[in-house]
């Protein structure tokens, strides 16, 4: 079965540590997101990136990084730069084209940082 | 920039009653429209989309039109089940800009009483 996965499903850290959210694809897309989504609002995005070895700034992008060495894989880093860490974050891809198709989504980690 | 609006939440119905969430939306170019569900604790899936004026996007009894006079994207049921209780985001993207990213509105929260 084709998909998004995200892992691990809940993620518990101490305040001042880095964590890694891993977000993995076997639907050959291109282009893939991330999303941090709070309590009663929509969805705002971090990061994306478009191909391989390229990535762009979204509109919530401090205290996060990235990184897309293969096509399959693009990880996001929540660094201790963050202010208030503690989100839904998902992952979602989508296939590069002329027209605007739909982003598929991954279900999701669920951080938590005291 | 761009931006979607949804009606005001919580919405509550009981089962086998009609349902209109509204959306409206800006947008600097010409968008694509979409609908996501969102089941507790899951990622968003996609429901219904629409890429051009006066297309409907339909799936699982729910309908939504693309109006572009009046910027709006108001998703439809006839009548509601109570599997039907989530969150609905109405989302818009442009193609080919910004990495053809999904601006989200903030949600309505759809509970169906049996």
């Known amino acids: 079965d084709g998909g998004i996965t995200q892992s691990p499903k809940y993620l518990f850290r101490k305040e001042g540590q880095n964590v890694t959210l891993s977000c993995e694809q076997n639907?050959?897309?291109?282009?893939m997101y991330w999303y941090r989504q709070d309590p009663g609002q929509g969805l705002r995005l971090i990061y994306y990136s478009q191909i391989v070895n390229d990535f762009q700034k979204g509109d919530i992008a401090e205290g996060y990084s990235v990184s897309r060495e293969k096509k399959e894989s693009f990880p996001l880093t929540v660094t201790s730069a963050q202010k208030n860490p503690t989100a839904f974050y998902l992952c979602a891809s989508r296939q590069n084209g002329r027209y605007s198709y739909e982003q598929y989504f991954g279900p999701g980690t669920r951080l938590t940082v005291t | 920039g761009d931006s979607v609006t949804q009606m005001e939440g919580p919405v509550t119905l009981s089962e086998e009653a009609f349902l209109t969430i509204n959306c409206t939306y800006t947008a600097t170019g010409y968008p694509s429209l979409f609908w996501y569900v969102q089941y507790p604790g899951e990622g968003l899936q996609l429901l219904l989309k629409a890429t051009k004026a006066d297309d409907k996007g339909s799936n699982k009894g729910f309908e939504a039109t693309y109006r572009k006079e009046t910027t709006s994207f108001h998703l439809e049921k006839g009548s509601v089940q109570v599997s039907d209780s989530a969150v609905y985001f109405c989302a818009l993207s442009v193609p080919q800009t910004s990495g053809s990213r999904l601006t989200f509105g903030e949600g309505t929260q759809l509970t169906v009483n049996p």
């Open positions: 639907l050959n897309h291109d282009a």
